[in-house]
């Protein structure tokens, strides 16, 4: 009996400091929380900063510098980065290139519903739901050089393709405010008023601009995942 009580001791003692290093451990994940919660913000402000400044700091140091970086850094440690930046860097409010952004997104999200194309089932979601796509890829891709060609045949001196040109730098800032424009309604929409009710909002709303909230995001008919890399990869090859 004796020693049936003295084993009984060593057990529930052994218990208790499994018990003790089990609350340490929840104790120091959770004291770990605050930080993590710093880090995904500062992870995530540099994330939406650097895709968005990085194309067109690039396309300015190569356009007006031709390529110095360090003369870029000097000049703008002269006057001052910020004042440089408002000084000198296209206006993301240009009237032309807003209205050359818009009728090409017109365009494609024309071709894209009216291009023809097979039945094509995506996997289905964790909730249930099975995303429906026309493959329609190539059609597209050769709709859009079609539509390019005719626009190059009739275009008189090369207007239209030097008004491109001309206000290549003024797209880029346009596209990089509306990028997080169209992230941030998308995220407050997955959230709010999901598709399917696929959502993983994280509580963070930088994160939630970088990675979504809504697994499959639908609007007005249109898959704005296929629709928005099918912008992005169709504008590049034209």
Wanted: contains cysteine; positive net charge.
């Amino acid at each position: 009996l004796q020693t049936s009580n003295k084993s009984n001791h060593q057990v529930h003692k052994m218990k208790s400091k499994h018990k003790n290093k089990r609350d340490v451990k929840v104790a120091s994940v959770w004291g770990a929380v605050g930080e993590q919660r710093v880090f995904e913000w500062c992870l995530s402000a540099a994330g939406v900063t650097f895709h968005n400044t990085l194309p067109m700091l690039c396309w300015y140091i190569c356009h007006h510098h031709n390529g110095e970086i360090m003369m870029f850094l000097n000049k703008a440690h002269t006057i001052g980065y910020l004042s440089y930046i408002t000084l000198y860097f296209p206006s993301p409010f240009d009237s032309t290139a807003v209205w050359l952004i818009v009728v090409y997104i017109a365009m494609q999200l024309v071709i894209t519903r009216r291009a023809p194309g097979p039945r094509f089932e995506a996997p289905r979601s964790p909730n249930g739901y099975l995303p429906v796509y026309r493959d329609n890829g190539m059609t597209t891709y050769f709709v859009s050089l079609c539509v390019l060609g005719y626009v190059l045949l009739h275009d008189d001196n090369y207007g239209v393709t030097a008004v491109v040109c001309e206000k290549w730098g003024e797209m880029l800032t346009s596209l990089s405010v509306l990028c997080v424009l169209f992230a941030l309604i998308l995220s407050i929409k997955g959230e709010h008023f999901p598709s399917y009710y696929c959502t993983h909002p994280s509580g963070n709303i930088l994160v939630d601009i970088l990675n979504g909230t809504e697994l499959h995001p639908r609007g007005c008919g249109w898959d704005v995942k296929q629709c928005s890399a099918r912008l992005g990869m169709m504008g590049w090859q034209l």
